[in-house]
């Protein structure tokens, strides 16, 4: 049986720019994506394309094409559940707050909701994707629920891990280094397997679709991240020492990154990484390893997150320290709030644990970033409860534009690797700022030698 009807339960970072993807892709496939956040939906369904909840370069055009035609945005999640052959799951997995794993594993509280959901709703056989990221083993606690408390009709359940990044996720869903697809080794499992493989294989050549056991599926996606978090780590680890020996860590990275089987990707010292995704799987993994009491495993991967926190404190320390050691009421003008260039989520953003530190010092911090405002940048910073909300809105500041964000101040953090920031007249923020003028390039982005020549006093990382 052909697949014709999806749906994707979770409209976010994940479920929206996948969906919209498949259904651009896939004109014979109706796709239904739900989920219970009505101001999210009706920014998905807003006339203007360009008002869709989710910054990424593309993705407006894709969504412009297929919107209306056989792509929906819904909050009537029972119907869309009802109609789907195939349920995909992509609500958020964020690390629990609370209780047992406190800290450290994966809340499952969303995925076990749309299970039950599932369960109840279903009247004949459904296929359920697991395209969230998930604690390895979760499709067996999905399968109990779904085969007991439903209306006896058969559930296959897949996981189909997504590894797209934000800021490109358009180009990476266009054309995947690989999907993966894992499911039950029965004969079912291995028809559903086939059915999913069918829809991707609409744009995705076979070779690029691989096909494994579920709990090889699940535990890949988390190996994937740590391994990416891992390189990030090691580089920034390595950051700390050019500092103190005059080795340069661009060049360090150049020339090991040239060995093949070391590769240049993912070599790029930074205030350290954020976003959604790895500080978040990497807990999962040290919590999963320490449940099956292998606490080796579990020390040699919580290192990359210890190595990260100390990355992001040591940049706001060197700030404070070179501003004379006091940043007490001086204007500190911070370059981007985003975890990454291209995307307006700031998830576990380095910048806002930079922030944190600089207005625990009474720091004054006036932000820019292309595509987050004011309400966003409060929010993560009374999310960390710190201090008071009121105490937040008075040491942060929004500027609508760079030029204002750095007029009058001491010291430029920059946070975000945005492309425009390379783009200024650099002579006109030096002119009207207070001197010294410092820069502190947390991105490694800006060019030191036009810096130091305007006159500033210019740090990167790892130089
Ligand atoms: P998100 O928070 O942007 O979106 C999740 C959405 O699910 C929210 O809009 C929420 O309202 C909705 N939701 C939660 N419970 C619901 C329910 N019971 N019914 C209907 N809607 C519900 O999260 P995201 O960034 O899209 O991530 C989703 C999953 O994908 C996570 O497991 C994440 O680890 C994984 N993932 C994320 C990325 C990424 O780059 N963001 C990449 C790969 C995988
Ligand atoms: C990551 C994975 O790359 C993706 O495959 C997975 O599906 C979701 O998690 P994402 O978090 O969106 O994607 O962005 P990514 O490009 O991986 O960057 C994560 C963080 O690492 C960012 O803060 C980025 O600035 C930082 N980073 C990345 C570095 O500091 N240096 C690098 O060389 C690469």
Known sequence: MMITNICCIGAGYVGGPTMAIIAQKCPHIRVTVVDLNEKRIAAWNDPNVNNIPIYEPGLSDVVAEARG??????????KAIDEAQMIF?????????????????????????CARQIARVSKNDKIVVEKSTLPVRTASAIKDILDNTGNGVNFQILSNPEFLAEGTAVEDLFAPDRVLIGGDTTPEGQKAIQQLVDVYANWVPTDKILTTNVWSSELSKLTANAFLAQRVSS???????????GADVNEVAKAIGLDSRIGPKFLKASVGFGGSCFQKDILNLVYIAKSYGLNEVADYWEQVI?????????????????????VSGKKIAFLGWAFKKDTNDTRESAAI???DDLLSEQANISVYDPKVGIEQIQFDLNYLETRSEAENLKGVQVATNAYEACNNAHAI?????????KTYDWQKIYDNMLKPAFVFDGRNL???AELEKIGFVYQAIGS
């Open 69 to 78: 035609r056989n792509l929906f945005f819904s909050t009537e999640v029972d």
């Open 89 to 113: 799951i992509s609500v958020n997995t964020p690390t629990k707050t609370y209780g047992v794993g406190k800290g450290m594993a994966a809340d499952l509280k969303y995925i076990e909701l």
């Open 235 to 245: 580089i920034n680890a390595l950051s700390e020492l050019c500092e103190k020996t």
């Open 306 to 326: 210890i190595m990260n926190d100390h990355q992001k404190r040591r940049f706001a320390k060197n700030i404070i320290k070179t501003l004379y050691n006091t």
């Open 353 to 355: 644990y930079v922030a």
């Open 413 to 421: 953090a920059v946070l975000t690797e945005w492309d425009e920031f």
């Open 446 to 448: 800006l060019n030191k």
